[in-house]
């Protein structure tokens, strides 16, 4: 009796609970003269250092990291209306990234630093930790492969076969075969991680993060 051969696509999600949230902001000014932008700049830099600072210690603290860019100053000069140029304006940028492990002491952060002058926070990226990433992409590539097994044996019981017997686990599209099109069009690797915890706008709600994982296997079914 010739074997049957069945090629499928396993998948599977998962949504974790955020653990870290990286909080993106800068601080800026501009103005017609130089040196007053860039002051302002430099202080309120400043401060919003301190701030970050109090709330930092890698081992237990609010803020597990923090950065800040080095200040950029530049100018351009702009056209009137009546296409006459116009004297530069000068512009005074710092950027700073912030990873919080309390996400209540990131809320009364941001109510602290937002209403700073020449703040403005731009937005929150929600995140799991790298050990417990680790533990949920292993746990999302095995459901996957399970599922892939699932699907293969109610294929072979559909038309009277037995058990089946994996033969080939791969990437989507590394057998060959075109299986399964994906659901959102996007290039699925064996897992595919998604961490979607940014929102167009800013809120303090944390976002689950889904992790997916995708893998086309072949088996035979006799």
Known sequence: MTDTIITVQGRFSSFSPPERATVRLSVGFEG???????SETVAASATVRSLVSALHSPAAGPVAWWSSDSIQVWSFRPWSQDGVQLPP???SR??????FRDFAAMAEWIERVAVLDGVTVGDIAWALTEGRKTAVIA?????AVKDAVAKASVYAQ????????????????????????????GVHSMSRLMATGAA????LTPEDIEVDAVVDARFVAS
Do not use: N, Q
Not at 32 to 38: G, H, L, N, S
Not at 200 to 203: E, Q, R, V
């Open 89 to 91: 304006v000068f512009h």
């Open 158 to 185: 559909s038309i009277g076969l037995g058990s089946v017997r994996a033969v080939a686990l791969a990437d989507p599209g590394m057998l060959g075969d075109r299986v399964g099109a994906s659901d959102d069009g």
């Open 94 to 99: 710092v950027g700073f990234s912030v990873k």
């Open 32 to 38: 017609a003269d130089r040196e007053p932008v860039f």
């Open 200 to 203: 167009p706008d800013l809120s």
């Open 139 to 143: 746990e999302v590539r095995s459901r």
